[in-house]
């Protein structure tokens, strides 16, 4: 099966924080990366999406990176805010559709 | 415009009853797929839909659950007998293209079996 874990499980800060989220995939053969994030009962949000020809992306205060000789991917989140709060996933999407075990973060006013 | 909705919202089913959840994707979006959320986790994919053909259904987890789309639009997620194990969230998304670079995703639907 595959694996696709996310570091740290849970994140708890103070506002204005920078912040970085790990996801890495037990498979290598990775093509599109794509973070979300998933408020309580709610559906996912797309954030980011590394296409196979890319190594990052950035939108305002988001930036990822795909490194995928190493099966890595990061979120960086500056200047965190407490709307931050949420849930973060990592998702491959291409044939085997894999979401990641996700991080729950918690920025604290 | 209407986003991806799913009914009903919430589902409580007796571990045997059979149950069905709906997903009314965007108008016009070609791709539809289903996840499973368990408590705590990732969503899992169930099944994968390019308008009415079921083009990977590898993760539906059992014979007992059946998912369909025949006219390319509203789709069903069926589940027979259920079970405790069935208890997640159940997450519908849906594209414009023919892959997952752009999902929308709806509410979820939240079964709980007792």
């Known amino acids: 099966k595959q694996e696709v874990t996310q570091i740290p499980a849970a994140l708890s800060v103070p506002e204005g924080e920078n912040l970085v989220l790990n996801c890495s995939f037990t498979d290598s053969a990775i093509y599109n990366l794509q973070w979300f994030r998933q408020d309580p009962g709610k559906g996912l949000t797309s954030l980011l999406l590394i296409q196979s020809s890319q190594r990052e992306q950035t939108s305002g205060r988001l930036n990822a990176s795909l490194d995928k000789s190493s099966g890595r991917s990061t979120l960086y989140i500056a200047a965190s805010q407490p709307g931050d709060s949420a849930t973060y996933l990592c998702?491959?999407?291409?044939?085997?559709?894999?979401f990641g075990t996700g991080t729950r973060l918690l920025v604290s006013p | 415009g209407a986003g991806v909705s799913q009914s009903p919202r919430y589902k409580v089913a007796k571990r045997g009853q059979d149950v069905a959840l709906r997903c009314d994707p965007i108008?016009?979006?070609?791709?539809l797929f289903w996840y499973q959320q368990a408590l705590g986790q990732g969503p899992e994919f169930l099944t994968y839909?390019?308008?009415?053909?079921?083009?990977?259904k590898s993760g539906l987890p059992s014979d007992r659950f059946f998912a369909e789309r025949p006219e390319g639009s509203v789709s069903t997620l069926k589940i027979q007998r259920t079970q405790q194990e069935d208890s997640a969230v159940y997450l519908c998304a849906s594209s414009p293209l023919g892959n997952t670079d752009t999902q929308y995703f709806g509410p979820g639907t939240r079964l709980t079996v007792l």
């Open positions: 998702f491959r999407g291409f044939q085997k559709l894999v």
């Open positions: 839909f390019q308008n009415e053909a079921q083009l990977d």
């Open positions: 108008s016009g979006h070609v791709s």
